[in-house]
């Protein structure tokens, strides 16, 4: 929930490499009053069915970034998203043994009162795009 004096946020997560939601992916939220100032966890959630995290924690005022750490590793080491990964990729390499490449993301951004950031993360085995949605 925003209001004037602060700013919110939301986060859809896609697996590019099957067409499909990402579904139960940790993901962690800090914030910061300041580029100087240090990084407070404000806690966390896991995405949906749709991919998408609807409880993530309301900033407080004063917030001028966000970082939202999304555990990948969880999410790719989990034996059914690599069921799935292999059906869609039967001809694509094996994503390695020893895990995801990207075991984390991490994506920082700045903020500004009043708004809302809407931040999407597309994923596959290895590689990632972040932008700001609507």
């Keep these: 929930m925003r ?12 697996d590019t490499s099957v067409g ?4 139960a992916v940790p993901v962690s939220l800090a914030v910061r009053s300041g580029s100087d100032a240090q990084w407070v966890t404000l806690g966390g959630s896991a995405t ?21 750490d999304f555990d990948t590793e969880t999410y ?3 034996e ?10 039967q001809d694509a390499p094996r994503v390695r043994d020893s895990g995801a490449f990207f075991p984390e993301v991490a994506i920082t951004f700045a ?4 708004e ?14 972040v932008y700001r949605g609507s």
Aim: proline fraction near 9%; include cysteine; charge should be negative.
């Design 111 to 114: 903020v500004v009162p009043g």
């Design 76 to 78: 790719f080491s989990n």
């Design 116 to 129: 809302h950031y809407h931040v999407p993360l597309l994923l596959n085995p290895f590689g990632y795009s």
């Design 48 to 68: 949906d069915a749709d991919g998408r995290c609807k409880d993530l924690p309301a900033l407080p005022e004063g917030t001028t970034h966000v970082r939202l």
């Design 80 to 89: 059914h998203s690599s069921k799935k990964q292999a059906e869609a990729q």
């Design 20 to 23: 499909r939601p990402a579904e």
């Design 3 to 14: 209001t004037d004096t602060t700013a919110s946020v939301s986060t859809h997560l896609l």
